[in-house]
């Protein structure tokens, strides 16, 4: 979290410093890219890059699995409760309230001023763009690899947990080392195949954002809230939670679908070497 906090003050202090630097930003496509000057323009392809109803659909599909997994934080709302010093459902409301403001202005700020300073030259991972190897993009760009890395060890533990209760009905400590360090080793060369092969981070949120995500955040509970809850009660709630279900469920296999016919990652036109 606070990696994503100082890449968004980086980058809005890096248009404030340099959007009138059009040979640096936009290889001399715009005069300027400061919304306070004369010289400011905005073209319509911009604003609107869409002429018929396919590229309405490609930008759509395109967009819906990276919103799902920006905004798919449903898995840790339990262990949250649990680590509430006074746990209930009010306090709970208020975290997430709290939280979802947070992140929701954070996604404004750097999708905002990352867009107003590349316009269209901008890379789907925005610290690809050409910053000219200012040291805070580079230090932005570390952290934000240095912090992956260091979430590796949590998520490998919950894939050897959920291993030894799937094959051998074990909780991770109880199963030898020997499956320890072969579970391990496989699921870290899983992840620097999936690395080494996968060129742009783009397309792995892509289908994340299409399967799991929309499946955890969704529509299980979506399934789990009908299943559940008392047959004489939340009527109107079943319904909107069927719909629900069943427009995300629809929405992401036209979006995977979409990724399978196009998979591949346009290259980006103004992207920096950071090495």
Avoid at 130 to 144: E, K, Q, S, Y
Wanted: charged share 15%; net charge positive.
């Amino acid at each position: 979290f606070s990696m994503s906090c100082y890449l968004v003050a980086v980058v809005t202090i890096e248009y404030f410093i340099n959007c009138d630097d059009s040979n640096l930003i936009t290889g001399g496509d715009y005069d300027t890219t400061c919304v306070w000057s004369a010289q400011y323009t905005l073209p319509r392809h911009i604003v609107w890059p869409m002429n018929s109803f396919q590229d309405f659909y490609a930008g759509f599909l395109s967009a819906w699995p990276l919103i799902v997994f920006a905004y798919t934080g449903h898995p840790f709302l339990l262990p949250l409760y649990e680590e509430l010093a006074r746990p209930s459902i009010r306090r709970m409301r208020k975290v997430f309230r709290r939280g979802l403001g947070i992140i929701g202005c954070l996604y404004v700020l750097i999708s905002l001023f990352g867009f107003l300073l590349f316009l269209d030259s901008v890379c789907s991972n925005l610290l690809l763009n050409d910053f000219r190897r200012h040291f805070d993009i580079v230090v932005a760009a570390l952290g934000i690899a240095l912090s992956c890395i260091l979430t590796e060890p949590i998520f490998a533990y919950n894939f050897r947990r959920m291993i030894g209760m799937l094959v051998w009905n074990k909780s991770a400590k109880h199963i030898s080392t020997f499956w320890h360090v072969v579970i391990t080793f496989l699921f870290v060369s899983a992840n620097v195949g999936l690395a080494l092969a996968v060129k742009s981070i783009a397309v792995v949120f892509g289908f994340l954002g299409s399967t799991t995500y929309p499946l955890l955040g969704y529509i299980m509970p979506a399934a789990f809230f009908v299943k559940m809850a008392p047959t004489s009660k939340y009527r109107g709630k079943k319904i909107l939670a069927v719909i629900q279900a069943v427009v995300v469920t629809i929405i992401s296999l036209c979006s995977l679908a979409y990724k399978f016919y196009h998979p591949q990652e346009l290259e980006c036109d103004n992207a920096q070497s950071i090495g």
